[in-house]
Protein backbone atom coordinates (compact mmCIF):
# COMPACT_ATOMS: atom_id res chain seq x y z
CA UNK A 1 0.00 0.00 0.00
CA UNK A 2 2.81 2.94 1.01
CA UNK A 3 6.10 2.38 -0.67
CA UNK A 4 9.30 2.49 1.62
CA UNK A 5 9.53 6.19 1.15
CA UNK A 6 6.49 6.78 2.50
CA UNK A 7 6.72 4.19 5.06
CA UNK A 8 10.32 6.03 6.30
CA UNK A 9 8.55 9.34 5.77
CA UNK A 10 5.89 8.53 8.60
CA UNK A 11 9.08 7.25 11.26
CA UNK A 12 10.60 10.38 10.80
CA UNK A 13 7.26 12.74 11.34
CA UNK A 14 7.14 9.81 14.63
CA UNK A 15 10.01 10.53 16.00
CA UNK A 16 9.92 13.95 15.22
CA UNK A 17 6.78 14.16 17.22
CA UNK A 18 8.20 12.13 20.29
CA UNK A 19 11.34 14.43 20.59
CA UNK A 20 9.23 17.66 20.12
CA UNK A 21 6.83 16.36 23.05
CA UNK A 22 10.07 15.05 25.05
CA UNK A 23 12.05 18.53 24.35
CA UNK A 24 8.11 20.54 25.73
CA UNK A 25 8.44 17.76 28.69
CA UNK A 26 11.69 18.78 29.33
CA UNK A 27 11.63 22.63 29.34
CA UNK A 28 8.35 22.16 31.37
CA UNK A 29 10.53 19.89 34.44
CA UNK A 30 13.02 22.60 34.05
CA UNK A 31 10.53 25.48 35.25
CA UNK A 32 9.06 23.57 37.73
CA UNK A 33 12.46 22.42 39.07
CA UNK A 34 13.16 26.45 39.53
CA UNK A 35 10.00 27.06 41.26
CA UNK A 36 11.46 25.69 44.98
CA UNK A 37 14.62 27.09 44.29
CA UNK A 38 13.03 30.89 43.48
CA UNK A 39 10.59 29.91 46.90
CA UNK A 40 13.84 29.67 49.13
CA UNK A 41 15.40 32.74 47.65
CA UNK A 42 12.15 34.64 48.51
CA UNK A 43 12.28 33.30 52.37
CA UNK A 44 15.69 34.09 52.85
CA UNK A 45 15.12 37.20 51.59
CA UNK A 46 12.40 37.94 53.61
CA UNK A 47 14.14 36.52 56.74
CA UNK A 48 17.27 39.00 56.22
CA UNK A 49 14.79 41.97 56.11
CA UNK A 50 12.63 41.26 59.07
CA UNK A 51 15.84 40.00 61.05
CA UNK A 52 17.22 43.44 59.63
CA UNK A 53 14.49 45.70 60.58
CA UNK A 54 13.14 43.39 63.59
CA UNK A 55 14.99 45.45 66.47
CA UNK A 56 17.77 47.17 67.49
CA UNK A 57 18.24 49.32 70.50
CA UNK A 58 15.91 51.91 70.45
CA UNK A 59 13.45 50.72 68.04
CA UNK A 60 10.12 50.72 70.57
CA UNK A 61 8.74 53.35 71.84
CA UNK A 62 7.96 52.95 76.02
CA UNK A 63 4.09 51.67 75.22
CA UNK A 64 5.18 49.09 73.25
CA UNK A 65 6.92 47.23 75.76
CA UNK A 66 3.87 45.79 77.59
CA UNK A 67 3.01 44.01 73.99
CA UNK A 68 6.33 43.00 73.04
CA UNK A 69 6.99 41.03 76.40
CA UNK A 70 4.04 39.34 75.90
CA UNK A 71 5.37 37.68 72.86
CA UNK A 72 8.85 36.94 74.41
CA UNK A 73 7.37 35.49 77.51
CA UNK A 74 4.34 33.61 75.67
CA UNK A 75 6.09 30.33 75.73
CA UNK A 76 7.14 30.39 79.64
CA UNK A 77 5.24 28.74 82.61
CA UNK A 78 6.67 31.81 84.76
CA UNK A 79 5.18 34.10 82.95
CA UNK A 80 4.82 36.87 86.11
CA UNK A 81 8.32 37.18 86.42
CA UNK A 82 9.42 36.45 82.91
CA UNK A 83 6.99 39.59 82.30
CA UNK A 84 8.30 41.72 85.33
CA UNK A 85 12.18 41.40 83.54
CA UNK A 86 11.47 41.61 80.70
CA UNK A 87 9.36 44.88 80.98
CA UNK A 88 12.17 46.14 83.12
CA UNK A 89 14.93 45.91 80.58
CA UNK A 90 12.89 46.80 77.64
CA UNK A 91 11.65 50.24 79.78
CA UNK A 92 15.52 50.71 79.66
CA UNK A 93 16.77 48.94 76.55
CA UNK A 94 13.21 49.97 74.40
CA UNK A 95 14.32 47.07 72.89
CA UNK A 96 13.15 42.96 73.31
CA UNK A 97 14.65 40.22 71.06
CA UNK A 98 12.53 38.68 68.84
CA UNK A 99 10.81 35.21 69.50
CA UNK A 100 10.58 33.44 72.77
CA UNK A 101 14.01 33.08 73.67
CA UNK A 102 18.09 33.20 72.40
CA UNK A 103 18.54 36.04 69.74
CA UNK A 104 19.95 38.65 72.17
CA UNK A 105 22.69 39.82 69.88
CA UNK A 106 19.56 41.86 68.54
CA UNK A 107 19.60 44.07 71.69
CA UNK A 108 23.11 44.18 73.24
CA UNK A 109 21.59 46.20 75.73
CA UNK A 110 19.37 44.07 77.13
CA UNK A 111 21.52 41.03 76.90
CA UNK A 112 24.07 42.94 79.13
CA UNK A 113 21.81 43.67 82.23
CA UNK A 114 23.21 41.15 84.19
CA UNK A 115 22.33 39.86 88.27
CA UNK A 116 24.85 40.17 90.99
CA UNK A 117 26.03 36.80 90.14
CA UNK A 118 26.79 37.83 86.35
CA UNK A 119 23.56 35.52 85.02
CA UNK A 120 21.25 37.31 82.25
CA UNK A 121 18.40 39.06 84.23
CA UNK A 122 16.43 39.46 80.60
CA UNK A 123 14.64 36.61 79.46
Known amino acids: MFSASTSHI ?58 ACEVRCSATSHKKPCLYFCNYCCERCLCVPSGTYGNREECPCY ?10 KCP
Open 10 to 67: FSLIQITAFSLHSAETNLRMARLSWAPIAFLLFLALAFTIQTASGGGEGSLKPEECEG
Open 111 to 120: NNIKTKEGAN
